[in-house]
């Protein structure tokens, strides 16, 4: 795969000026099964180079587009799961190789370039959640019934499982692949070793009592690694994102302009900007990471609760009444 090429940050005195220049384009997915808010999208994740965006619906459409050509003749619509999509997410190392989630039991593995399965996973229950480690050999998925597998790409059973004891929602990993970070509905965030799901901290007066982040006053949601590592960002059913220092591990502050449940969270390429998405409420609203000021709004139909900044420039994908769009691509005119 080729090295991503980065822009330049743009500084937040610029920032709301240049995002206000940029186009926002529409995707509509025709074959869409009922079509309008009811097609429901759960899901939207890059590939490394920014060069694809798949999309997995309630309906259970899979549709992986090319951002800079809007028309739906230029996508290509991935066809075998028989239940909603849960998530979607890329390899990080592969940029044609797409995992998705179903809450039909099954995790499939697809080239997106020929449309192929080339591996699935069955039997994993209510999946809803996925998380690949940064070297591609390897992700995790969870169920509803809390429990966390440890999959291979090219195997078609699971390497490991974790049954957690407490509600475990979003997953994410350090840039080492050597911490997961699980978000559990105690509003806690569990800091484990991974592969092996161990405590990494204790806290000081209990050594055997295990660390955990506690900044949310109910269910911690979403979760996000800030590109540069300084920051992981939490979000939680209490309409809070918090920024915790990923040195010390106290939260640094916290953003509180969000309506709803924090249902996703995303950063942009250099970690300077950061986005929620929420089922509830319109618009989105930016801020900037290191004051916590929000520095741009979104106005949207709808309420946005799947965002997805691209991984090298300032683009902003997210969902607004069921269908995806996307700020800052300029499509070719059809």
Known sequence: MAPLRQRQSINKERFSSYLSSLRTQNYHDPSSRGGGSSHGLRSIAWNPLGTLIAAGSADRTLRVWNPDRANVRYSTELKGHTAAIEKVAFNPVKDAELCSVSSDGVVKFWDVRTKAVINEIKGLGDAFTLAWAPDGESLVVGNKADNIYVLSPSQATPLASHQQTVQTNQISFCHSGEKIFLTTGEGRVKILSYPDFKPIFHTSYEPTVPFTLNGHTSSCL????????????????DSIIALWDTKDWHCQRTLIDMVGPVRSISFSFDGSYIVGGSDEGMGLEIAHTETGDYVHSIKTVGPCPVVAWHPAKYCLAYTDLGSLKIIGVDPERK
Do not use: D, K, V
């Open 222 to 237: 979403s979760i996000e690694m800030q590109p540069t590592a300084r920051f992981l960002a939490t979000g939680g059913s």
